[in-house]
């Protein structure tokens, strides 16, 4: 499937990408709370004031589900592990794309340290609620929401359900306990499976009791958890049977390059036509400049084709996910998933020497599988 995502802007280095099903959350979220919650609570304010409060909470609340992936984030890089984005989908901690933490106390402070985020903003809402009370009651009402749904995000979050950050925090003792990920990492799974079951069956329960738009979004939530408990574990399993395999042994060296010189219309004729390739590493003598997709070429109207060079269209050296030919499995994952690319150059430094499709790694699974 092709996810959207967009990037909004980077934080400390970190790339900050917004999934598209979250822009439907965030509509539904500024909807509930501009149409219902605060039309209910405060039924004495104008409609433009519930509609504005409504926007500027839910954008706060963005940032607070953002503050909580930052947490993390910073915690795992203070460790040494490598963050490349975070994408928003829509509750924290779920989508976070880092590489996997290497030992169990790691991933225990990297795990715990969103919900006290979440729990030291509420607290700071908190705060702001009690002074502005009896004095700005937007304000107040603003500052209200955001401290219950920041302790409701922190809760959330510890439950021990795997990839949520309580079942991290599960599986991070089980495997400090055992000594082995793979039984710590099923164990977790199969906590996050019951309790999606569990909210699935809540959600239901709901339903018949005639709170169909409650139950829908805790049915939404059951099977949402369900979906990540059983991808997050199939990811694991992947991970461990790449096992000691490097880039290196996976890679074709048997691809064509174009020069960054040549025209679109040139790589049309001359390329596409022929290899029937989805997208071409861009070389010059060598060295990596860039990635050149179909996608670019579609970008521009056809009659410029001719009068476009691909240096002016291509993804640049700087921006694409490499791998070197002595990365492991767990990288060469972490970095596919990052922008969810079909293939990644392989380089030593600067230099092409291979090319690893996921096609490639998939082969190889079933071969080791079978
Ligand atoms: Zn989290």
Not at 150 to 161: M, R
Request: charged share 15%; net charge neutral.
């Amino acid at each position: 499937m092709m996810r959207t995502t967009w990037r909004i802007g980077k934080v400390f280095g970190i790339a900050i990408n917004i999934d598209s099903s979250w822009l439907i959350i965030f509509a539904l979220v500024i909807w509930t709370l501009a149409g219902a919650h605060f039309p209910q609570q405060y039924p004495r304010w104008p409609t433009w004031l519930h509609w504005m409060v409504g926007v500027i909470t839910s954008i706060l609340l963005f940032g607070s589900v953002l503050g909580h992936e930052l947490a993390h984030s910073l915690v795992a890089i203070g460790q040494g592990e490598g963050v490349h984005s975070i994408t928003l989908f829509i509750f924290g901690g779920v989508a976070r794309i880092t590489e996997e933490p290497d030992e169990p106390l790691k991933e225990l402070l990297m795990a715990i340290v969103g919900p006290l985020f979440s729990l030291a903003t509420a607290m700071a809402f908190g705060v702001l609620w009690f002074l502005t009370r009896a004095l700005i009651q937007p304000l107040s009402a603003l500052a209200r929401y955001l401290a219950m749904i920041n302790v409701s995000l922190a809760i959330f979050n510890l439950i021990p359900g795997f990839p949520l950050d309580g079942g991290r925090v599960l599986r991070a003792l089980i495997w400090g306990l055992s000594g082995d990920l793979k039984v710590a990492t099923r164990l977790a799974s199969w906590a996050g499976q019951g309790i999606a079951f569990l909210f699935m069956l809540g959600g239901t329960w709901q339903i018949f009791g005639g709170r169909w738009l409650d139950g829908l979004w805790i049915i939404f939530i059951g099977w949402f958890l369900y979906s990540a408990a059983t991808s997050g574990y199939r990811q694991v399993l992947v991970r461990e049977m790449l096992g000691e395999v490097r880039a290196g042994d996976l890679m074709t060296t048997d691809f064509a390059t174009v020069s960054g010189d040549l025209t679109l219309q040139q790589l049309v004729d001359e390329y596409v036509l022929r290899h029937r390739e989805h997208s071409y590493p861009v070389a010059d003598v060598g060295l990596l400049r860039g990635i050149i997709c179909l996608h670019d070429v579609k970008a521009v109207p056809r009659e410029r084709w001719p009068f476009t060079k691909i240096s002016e269209v291509m993804t640049p050296w700087a921006e694409l996910e490499t791998v070197s030919p002595g990365d492991g499995g767990s990288t060469i994952l972490a970095r596919l998933n990052a922008r969810d690319v079909g293939q990644l150059p392989v380089v030593e430094g600067e230099r092409l020497i291979g090319l690893l499709r996921r096609s490639d790694v998939l082969r190889y699974l079933q071969v080791r599988m079978a």
